[in-house]
């Protein structure tokens, strides 16, 4: 069973990068989309982009000039960068599969918060 | 951007009560529907995708329908473990977009 773990910085100073990995276990990582998404406290949830094995990435408009994602199928897993950071950004990240058949994120990950704060 | 509303932002029921949330798409997105289920704390489950299927595991008093751009999420008989947030997801094109959420209280 396919198990995620989101891990990186809990606070980011605005203006840096935000940085965080999602490690795959209990499966391969050399299919499906691998997805990041975010939830502002107590509000709802946005995506925030995919990238498939092979490298291919659909970044959501409203954050792509923003956004990178990247895999590392060596250590089963992927990445997400997120640049010039503003207080807006603070959010719980959770990196979860997306499947093209079902059109769902399962599964997820525990989330992980990150602060932007100076 | 296809835009998802749900109704109503919160529901107060009780152990028992058959709960029906609704989820509106901008535009068609024939079945290309998710339902999710989250409480707080945790991240979210997803508990029907394509409009109707029921992902393994998941309940079957839980089941969806429609097509197009009406779609509903029922809990047949609300049990205790049921009180959480609902949010819907359109997979019909990107970027995908989730609904507000539905909050469902006692």
């Known amino acids: 069973q396919v198990q995620l773990q989101e891990s990186g910085p809990g606070l980011v100073k605005p203006s840096e990068t935000l940085s965080l990995t999602c490690t795959v276990s209990?499966?391969?990582?050399?299919?499906?989309?691998w997805s990041w998404i975010r939830q502002p406290a107590g509000k709802g949830l946005d995506f925030i982009g995919r990238?498939?094995?092979?490298?291919?990435?659909n970044y959501n408009p409203s954050l792509k000039s923003r956004v990178t994602m990247s895999v590392d199928t060596s250590k089963n897993q992927f990445s997400l960068k997120l640049n010039s950071v503003t207080a807006a950004d603070t959010a719980m990240y959770y990196c979860?599969?997306?499947?093209?058949?079902?059109?769902?994120?399962?599964?997820w990950g525990q989330g992980t918060l990150v602060t932007v704060s100076s | 951007d296809i835009q998802m509303t749900q109704s109503p932002s919160s529901v107060s029921a009780s152990v028992g009560d058959r709960v029906t949330i609704t989820c509106r798409a901008s535009?068609?997105?024939?079945?290309?529907l998710a339902w999710y289920q989250q409480k707080p704390g945790k991240a979210p489950k997803l508990l029907i995708y394509?409009?109707?299927s029921l992902q393994s595991g998941v309940p079957s008093r839980f089941s969806g329908s429609g097509s197009g751009t009406d779609f509903t999420l029922t809990i047949s008989s609300l049990q205790p473990e049921d009180f959480a947030t609902y949010y819907c997801?359109?997979?019909?094109?990107?970027?995908?977009?989730f609904g507000g959420g539905t909050k469902v209280e006692i």
């Open positions: 979860a599969t997306y499947s093209s058949a079902t059109g769902g994120f399962d599964p």
């Open positions: 209990g499966g391969s990582i050399t299919s499906y989309y």
């Open positions: 990238i498939y094995t092979g490298g291919s990435a």
């Open positions: 535009q068609g997105i024939s079945n290309w």
């Open positions: 394509a409009a109707s």
């Open positions: 997801q359109q997979a019909n094109s990107f970027p995908l977009i």
